[in-house]
């Protein structure tokens, strides 16, 4: 069974960064598109970013698109999603997720970790 760990959440002022780390363990990593996803307060989950098995294919959310970069290491099994230029309205919980194939929409991901919280001051 795949798990989700998400680390690197945390309180910081607009204009500011983070990195986000997910761990991911029990199957193969390398087989599995990783995505970001988040949950604004009042919102529904939205698509953030997704990367492919390899990590040659990028997609982005229109609203985060130049300001964060989603990577992996396969080596370490680890997605990563470094935020810059962060404003209040990136304010949510961010969940790591891991799927068969890139997708932008919640159904396409089979599992999902429990969720780190941003929150940015203005």
């Known amino acids: 069974q795949v798990q989700l760990v998400e680390s690197g959440g945390g309180l910081v002022q607009a204009g500011g960064s983070l990195r986000l780390s997910c761990a991911f363990s029990?199957?193969?990593?390398?087989?599995?598109?990783m995505g970001w996803f988040r949950q604004g307060p009042g919102k529904e989950r939205e698509f953030v970013a997704a990367?492919?098995?390899?990590?040659?294919?990028?997609y982005y959310a229109d609203s985060v698109k130049g300001r964060f970069t989603i990577s992996r290491d396969n080596a370490k099994n680890t997605v990563y999603l470094q935020m810059s230029s962060l404003q209040p309205e990136d304010t949510a919980v961010y969940y790591c997720?891991?799927?068969?194939?890139?997708?932008?929409?919640?159904?396409?991901?089979?599992?999902w970790g429990q969720g780190t919280q941003v929150t940015v001051s203005s």
């Open positions: 997720a891991a799927g068969a194939r890139p997708g932008r929409y919640w159904r396409d991901y089979d599992y």
């Open positions: 990367l492919s098995w390899s990590g040659g294919s990028r």
């Open positions: 029990g199957r193969t990593f390398s087989s599995y598109v």
